[in-house]
């Protein structure tokens, strides 16, 4: 029902600042919730931050509070992830996640996920 596809990772100074984009396709995008998780090498999947399908509720990791934002354009059908004052320890690769029910930081909850983009930040 639902495709999302990552962009706009890149390679970062430590201090800079990034925008990820999730571009989704399918008709049930805008009832779903979206989130947004990142795997560093040899570490879990972590969340990062979430939005409601209205996108009236967002929700964040405590390591990414302040600093990250995520929004949404559900006439864009696009969900992005507006990363300033980047840190070494953000070097992941982020994906976007969609799930039925409301914004949640377990990754089970979700049911579609996109292919990743890679983020690094150099100190």
């Known amino acids: 029902q639902v495709q999302l596809v990552e962009s706009g990772g890149g390679l970062v100074q430590a201090g800079g600042s990034l925008r990820l984009s999730c571009a989704a396709s399918?008709?049930?995008?805008?009832?779903?919730?979206m989130g947004w998780f990142r795997q560093a090498p040899g570490r879990k999947r972590e969340f990062v931050a979430a939005?409601?399908?209205?996108?009236?509720?967002?929700y964040y990791a405590n390591s990414v509070k302040g600093r990250f934002t995520i929004s949404r354009d559900s006439a864009k059908n696009t969900v992005y992830l507006q990363m300033n004052s980047l840190k070494p320890e953000d070097t992941a690769v982020y994906y976007c996640?969609?799930?039925?029910?409301?914004?949640?930081?377990?990754?089970?909850?979700?049911?579609?996920w996109g292919q990743g983009t890679q983020v690094t930040v150099s100190s």
């Open positions: 939005i409601s399908w209205s996108g009236g509720s967002a």
């Open positions: 996640a969609a799930g039925p029910g409301g914004p949640t930081a377990w990754g089970s909850e979700y049911d579609y």
């Open positions: 399918g008709r049930t995008f805008s009832s779903y919730a």
